[in-house]
């Protein structure tokens, strides 16, 4: 199994698109850097964990799942690298492999000690990039192949059916 650790708010810091979000609504380029992480999880099946650090979020810790993708924010006075260090040692093991996407230098050394693969914000954001255009030209071939009707009906037949489903008599 593969486990890519991102450090959330490095990557909201690096990526033009979050990093401009950031600037207008912090919770919203967290959203949205959950959702691409998603897509990045549906696409290569990789379990994706993101790391926040608590300062930038009142209150106590707090884990929670969206989309397939486990949130983590840290508790008080604890970094989004010393949670990453933690967990890229509990969740190491034989049939893991964890990778870490991060541009903090400091903490891609700390982590390649706990035999994980780093993975930079720049390399995230390229690959995340490859997998979308991947994804649209899926998308583009599945909606060609696949036929409007699978039975051919004139137009005033379409139109009739068009009608019922909307409840039109």
């Not at 884990?63 to 967990?87: H, M, S």
């Not at 093991?93 to 035999?115: C, L, M, P, R, Y």
């Not at 993975?119 to 954001?125: G, P, T, V």
Request: with cysteine; charged share 35%.
């Amino acid at each position: 199994m593969n486990i890519l650790l991102v450090d959330g708010y490095n990557i909201i810091g690096a990526w033009p698109e979050l990093r401009e979000l950031k600037n207008k609504d912090l919770a919203a380029a967290r959203d949205r850097l959950v959702e691409c992480m998603a897509e990045y999880q549906g696409y290569t099946g990789y379990r994706v964990i993101v790391i926040f650090d608590a300062h930038y979020v009142t209150g106590i810790e707090r884990k929670y799942k969206n989309y397939k993708v486990d949130v983590f924010y840290t508790r008080e006075n604890e970094t989004a690298d010393e949670r990453i260090e933690k967990l890229a040692i509990e969740l190491n093991n034989i049939k893991t492999q964890i990778h870490v996407a991060t541009s903090d230098f400091t903490e891609q050394w700390a982590i390649f000690g706990q035999g994980a693969l780093r993975k930079s914000a720049r390399e995230l954001f390229n690959e995340w990039q490859s997998i979308q255009k991947k994804i649209e030209k899926n998308v583009k071939k599945t909606a060609e192949r696949k036929p409007s009707s699978k039975i051919t009906l004139t137009e005033e037949v379409a139109e009739i059916f068009e009608k019922w489903r909307r409840g039109e008599q």
